[in-house]
């Protein structure tokens, strides 16, 4: 956002944009107000990423509409929980929309991109679990991270994880995604030096309870460092896991 309001005083400054057509503009920035939607332009300021687009619930109209609006500003676009249909939408739209089928997930990429920064680590205890952490990893690379992901290390097999314990100490946050019984985060929060965003799947037999065993299991967990987010939430992990990241804090280097 502070790029745009620079480019935007950069404009009027060379005369490529009259005073008046600036004060339009700038009126666009906080929000706009679409009716059945006020699209938060300001989104990008306070938190570094612009607002993202949870699909459910919405027309494909309506996501398209909320999209164009994003894009016109030049920010990457997010469509969360995303079916093929949204996609066959957006692509009529946009030029460089990409479907990712496992993460559940459309983007529409910004004409710019920066060079991924610190290391965010993304952990499955399952091979099941990879829509959510898909999704993880997606929202943190999107935001500028370099992610590396760990899949299928569960308890069941700790050996699988104990040979990758350098992504464990060079990661300055790491999302580890669990269901059955959601033991995984805690013995990666024994492990680990950074912060756990432990996330809670919907994997698993009867008594999981659709991801509510897990939750459970990880909102009591004895390790430190270690934060729930709410069950199958990976864009959450991921947003959260990419804040840390750009903080600097965790022990990560660039």
């Given amino acids: 956002m502070q790029d745009s309001y620079r480019k935007l005083l950069e404009q009027v400054r060379e005369g490529r944009l009259s005073v008046e057509q600036a004060l339009q503009k700038l009126r666009a920035l906080p929000y706009e107000d679409l009716g059945y939607a006020r699209v938060d332009h300001r989104r990008l300021l306070q938190k570094g990423f612009p607002e993202v687009i949870y699909s459910p619930g919405k027309t494909l109209t309506q ?24 996609f066959e939408a957006l692509r009529r739209e946009f030029p460089r929309v990409e479907y990712h089928r496992e993460a559940r997930a459309v983007v529409i990429r910004a004409a710019e991109t920066a060079a991924p920064k610190g290391c965010v680590g993304v952990v499955t205890a399952g091979t099941a679990d990879l829509p959510v952490a898909e999704e993880a ?65 919907s994997v698993g037999y009867g008594a999981n309870f659709k991801g509510l065993a897990p939750l459970l299991a990880m909102l009591n967990s004895c390790a430190p460092g270690v934060a729930v987010v709410n069950i199958d939430n990976g864009f959450g992990a991921g947003y959260m896991a990419a804040l840390i990241n750009r903080s600097g804090e965790g022990g990560g280097a660039d």
């Avoid at 996501?63 to 949204?86: K, Y």
């Fill in 63 to 86: 996501i398209v509409e909320i999209a164009r609006r994003l894009f016109n500003t030049d920010v990457p676009v997010l469509v969360t929980r995303a079916e093929p249909p949204v």
């Fill in 137 to 201: 990893a997606l929202t943190a690379e999107l935001m500028g991270c370099r992610v590396v992901r760990l899949y299928d290390v569960g308890v069941a097999g700790l050996h699988r994880l104990f040979d990758s314990m350098d992504l464990l100490l060079q990661a300055r946050a790491l999302v580890v995604v669990a269901g059955m019984e959601g033991a995984l985060p805690s013995v990666v929060g024994g492990l680990a030096a950074c912060p756990v965003i432990a996330v809670p799947s």
